[in-house]
């Protein structure tokens, strides 16, 4: 059985830092891209950033360039949000996902965990 | 960015009804549009992917139709488990992007 598990959220002031990780199993780790996705207070989904099989690829929303960094390690089947310079607009719950394989869609996510960035 | 319009944002439906809900991109991106359910509290589920792929285990009462940059996701007939808000995405080109979202409540 596919699962993800995320942990690392919490509540930081404007200006922190917060370092999410996503646990996964039930599946081959190193054969799929990985997501982040979050979804804001009263707002949609928006995605955050995606690292590909072996990080050859990475990519990221631009709202999130420059201070967030998504990375994995496929021997421990875990990825991670580095999140730095944390502003009050990024406060939501974050999801892992991952990539239907060959497509970037999201056949399987984690139950989300809580940032709240706040004075 | 590839930006998605959905509508209606909201609509109010009986048990039974068809529920149709439209995205619209703002540039051709070929048939490269997922859907999703989100209930509150929990994960989206994927349902359709490529515009009209439906995911394994989804029922058949869920459809998609569209290319280009005009999308539907039909629902044929209203169960008590749909009443959800639905989102579109885009996965034609990074960053991939989300429509706003569509809440189906019960009328």
Known sequence: EVQLV??????????????????????????????????????????????????????????????FTISRDNAKTLFYLQMNSLRVEDTGVYFCARDRLAWAVFDYWGQGTLVTVSS | ??????????????????????????????????????????APKLLIYDASILENGVPSRFSGSGSGTDFTLTISSLHPADFATYFCQQFNDYPLTFGGGTKVEIK
């Not at chain 1, 949609?44 to 995606?50: D, F, H, P």
């Not at chain 2, 930006?3 to 809900?21: H, M, Y």
């Open chain 1, 6 to 67: 995320e942990s690392g959220g919490g509540l930081v002031k404007p200006g922190g830092s917060l370092r999410l990780s996503c646990a996964a199993s039930g599946f081959t780790f190193s054969g799929y891209t990985m997501n982040w996705v979050r979804r804001a207070p009263g707002r949609g989904l928006e995605w955050v950033a995606s690292v590909s099989s072996n990080s050859d690829y990475i990519y990221n929303t631009d709202s999130v360039k420059g201070r």
């Open chain 2, 1 to 42: 960015a590839i930006q998605l319009t959905q509508s209606p944002s909201s609509l109010s439906a009986s048990v039974g009804d068809r529920v149709t809900i439209t995205c619209r991109a703002n540039q051709g991106i070929y048939s490269a549009l997922a859907w999703y359910q989100q209930k509150p509290g929990e």
